[in-house]
């Protein structure tokens, strides 16, 4: 939102930073004070502090995307511009920089949508980071062959 605001204002994104302190909490406009000038003044760092320091993932941006409502008071523009802000988010912290990249990390998606619960908790520390389908598919098959081995024991 604040980065759509910036364009909005004709703000230069080399002052994105001195304008972003003074909206954020104190202690969070401390923590970006401490860094190297070289990265306090750069405004994609503090972008990375700042999801960093709010946890917000690639997965949390994929979620976003696909369950983000419109709301009541909200333009169909604001919300296109919100969805398009959430899948780009995800799309670049995956680094699917390519046509390839996006296709398999869509695919991937669209796997991860047919899979058991059960199998998603079992890789639950590595899910989010299977974003190829080949990978995917391997690893899920993998699983298949042996719980049907130990099921046949």
């Known amino acids: 939102m604040f980065e759509r605001l910036a364009k909005q204002a004709e703000i230069l994104e080399t002052t994105w930073v001195t304008h972003l302190l003074g909206l954020l909490p104190y202690d969070v406009a401390q923590l ?3 860094e ?3 990265i306090a003044n750069d405004y ?10 709010y946890k917000l993932t690639p997965e949390k941006f994929r979620q ?3 369950m983000h409502n419109k709301n009541l008071g909200s333009t169909w ?3 296109a511009y919100e969805l398009r802000s959430f899948f780009n988010e995800w799309v670049n912290e995956v680094k699917a920089d390519s046509f390839e990249k996006l296709n398999d990390l869509i695919i991937t998606d ?3 949508r047919k899979v058991s619960q059960e199998r998603k908790d079992h890789f639950i520390d590595e899910w989010s ?9 391997e690893t899920l098959d993998d699983y298949d062959t042996l ?3 130990r099921d046949d024991l």
């Open 147 to 149: 719980r049907s081995k």
């Open 36 to 38: 190297p000038d070289e």
């Open 129 to 137: 980071m299977l974003n190829s389908p080949d990978d995917l598919v």
């Open 64 to 66: 976003k995307f696909f």
């Open 77 to 79: 523009k604001n919300f």
């Open 44 to 53: 994609g760092e503090v972008k990375k502090i700042l999801l960093k320091r």
């Open 110 to 112: 669209q796997i991860k």
């Open 32 to 34: 970006i004070a401490r």
